[in-house]
């Protein structure tokens, strides 16, 4: 079955740790994404690679930092400059163009 | 800078009434997505408007793009609990590059 694969499902950070939210896809789509969810609140962009080996900022970039080395890997790191870390993580995937993005089923990050 | 808006932002209503639910965005776009989101999950694709005039329907629910007035409506027909969920639209803020703006969404709740 093709999807997207988010791990851990939840997760804990202590004060000054970084700590990396991994996503894989096998869908073989070009484009992916990294969202953050706050309770009651719609998804915001951090981080976007319409590539391998390229990626943007996106809205709330700031303490985050991303990789993409494979086309079917965007792992996210959350560095302990985010000051506010707690949120609903999601990662999506694309094939780019004029079709909807394919969510993961989310990680669950908290302070310690 | 892109913005989109979404009203209401909480529905409650009865099985088997109609209703409304608006997507409005403050720059030109043609390209428009609705998801749902059910609590705890991940984001599901439920309709995806790429022109003007664009309508789409699946089961009780309804979706139409006019890209003149930077409107979307998801309309409601003969509610179920089923359909308990946050639905969110989302609009492609760069013309094709699939970065996209999420509303706030709306949580439906639909009473026996």
């Known amino acids: 079955d093709g999807g997207i694969t988010q791990s851990p499902k939840y997760l804990f950070r202590k004060e000054g740790q970084n700590v990396t939210l991994s996503c894989e896809q096998n869908?073989?789509?070009?484009?992916m994404y990294w969202y953050r969810q706050d309770p009651g609140q719609g998804l915001r962009l951090i981080y976007y690679?319409?590539?391998?080996?390229?990626?943007q900022k996106g809205d709330i970039a700031e303490g985050y930092s991303v990789s993409r080395e494979k086309k079917e890997s965007f792992p996210l790191t959350v560095t302990s400059a985010q000051k506010n870390p707690t949120a609903f993580y999601l990662c999506?995937?694309?094939?780019?163009?004029?079709?909807?993005?394919?969510f993961g089923d989310g990680t669950r990050l908290s302070i310690l | 800078e892109l913005k989109v808006e979404q009203n209401p932002l909480f529905l409650s209503m009865q099985e088997g009434k109609n209703y409304t639910i608006y997507c409005n965005y403050s720059t030109t776009s043609d390209r428009l997505y609705w998801y749902r989101q059910d609590p705890g999950k991940s984001l599901e694709s439920l309709f995806v408007l790429l022109s003007n005039g664009a309508v789409k329907q699946e089961g009780r629910l309804m979706a139409s793009l006019d890209t003149k007035a930077r409107l979307s409506t998801l309309h409601i027909t003969a509610a179920v609990h089923d359909l308990s969920a946050t639905y969110f639209c989302?609009?492609?803020?760069?013309?094709?590059?699939?970065?996209?703006?999420f509303g706030k969404g709306t949580k439906l709740t639909v009473n026996p």
């Open positions: 989302a609009v492609d803020s760069q013309g094709g590059s699939e970065k996209l703006v």
């Open positions: 690679s319409q590539i391998v080996n390229d990626f």
């Open positions: 999506a995937s694309s094939v780019y163009r004029n079709q909807p993005q394919h």
């Open positions: 869908l073989n789509h070009d484009a």
